[in-house]
């Protein structure tokens, strides 16, 4: 439809105008000359979504065409607070956007009927809980902050959790499709209880990413595979008993990380007492949650200013950096004290679009493994962006993860945008097929 794909071109005007303003913004506040650069990167920038945008005109004209603008916004956001924190971090940041849509494209163009990836399931469950395991295998991977997250090939650096959570939710939505009848055939007085055989295989993989995720101490994209399993399971059996006892099984298992393990309980300690100077220093310590609060605190209703905050780019445990690991964990507390309250509301509001596009291309779908495939995806990056901004915000405990499109990180991006790609493409299959008779 001509019509979806001129209204998606037209999306992404305001987010060429948010990298122009912005560039221009940070240049006036660092006394930097340049007229025409602020112009030039918008030029660059809207260039390369055009590209992504013909690919999407051409190979799937029906899809949603508000999902890829939003996410548009995000990246210059992300692209400009980077900027202004560091400008060779930036000029990499920038890299991994154009390698992120030649993947975005090459999803779109490779993966046209996306639902032969069922036909392989349980090869991309293996596969992905090989990517979960990578980062404890020596001379691959490495300990940092008291996770396992990374992995050094050569001159490629990653971190293979991105690219798993994908794997790991196709499996599941494959699964889900073939079993959801068979999880409510059993009544037990008013309850549905499954029948064990028929859980086995799902509970087997899950169990395992859950532990695997636990031993290379990536909680919070533990926490994003908990919560994309839930909702998948709530979706495919519309029996509330299943999320009733996952989180229920969640709280226990919260309750016992946080006694046994010490990098978890550490974290917990921070989380409880981050003005706490004794806990500081600690990996997983309270000084980077603490200038969180106080950088947000500072940015007030309206903020500080774009690149008027005192914030370097560095390290937990730096005690000279104000800001510890300003380009990643807290790039929203960054947000919060240049732009303010309303700033980050607004880019909050933006999230929500994103999530809400994504909720709305799974009701569209007609066939149950493209619906329960768009809501593991979609829940799997809300709860991304919960994680980080909970964390970050104290609602929850701190944890590494990355705010998505706006966060430094080379995986983090590729692996969204092929999240992004995945969506277009249900969204195309639903629309086309909500359309013929």
Known sequence: MSSA????????????????AGFAAVFVQEHDVRPNASLTYG???????????????VRLPDADPYLFPIVAVLASVGLVMIYRLDDTLAREQAQWFVVGLAFFAATIVLLRDYRRLERYRYLIAAGS???LLLPRVPGLGAQVNGAYLGV??????FQPAEFAKIGIIIFLASYLRDTRQL?????????????LKHLGPLLL???????????????????????????????????????AAGLALFGLGAWFFANTVGHVHARVEAWQHPFDPALYNR??????????????????????????????????????????????DLIYAVIVNELGLVGAVGLLLVYLLVVERGFRIAVLARDSFSKLLAVGLTTVLALQVFVIVGGVTKVIPLTGVTLPFVSYGGSSIVAN?????????????????????
């Open 283 to 328: 990996i997983g310590g309270s000084y980077q949650l603490a200038q969180s609060l106080f950088a947000q605190a500072d940015g007030g209703v309206w903020g500080q200013g774009i690149g008027e905050s005192l914030v370097k780019v560095g390290v937990p445990g730096d005690q000279a950096v104000l800001l510890p690991a300003a380009q990643t």
């Open 129 to 131: 809980l090989l990517l």
């Open 205 to 243: 993989v899950w169990g395992l990413a859950m532990v695997t995720l636990v031993f290379i101490r990536d909680l919070g994209s533990s926490l994003m595979f908990f919560g994309g399993f839930l909702a998948m399971l709530y979706v495919a059996t519309n029996r509330l008993i299943f999320p």
């Open 5 to 20: 794909r001129n209204r998606e071109l037209l999306g992404l005007i305001p987010a060429t105008l948010l990298v122009v």
């Open 183 to 195: 999880l409510v055939q059993r009544k037990v007085g008013p309850l549905t209880i499954p029948r």
């Open 152 to 157: 050094d090939i050569g001159p490629i650096q």
């Open 417 to 437: 945008f092929v999240i992004i790609a995945l969506l277009l493409l249900i969204s195309d299959r639903a629309r086309r097929e909500a359309r013929t008779p």
């Open 43 to 57: 030029a660059v920038f809207l260039g390369l979504c055009l590209a992504a945008h013909l690919v999407i005109r």
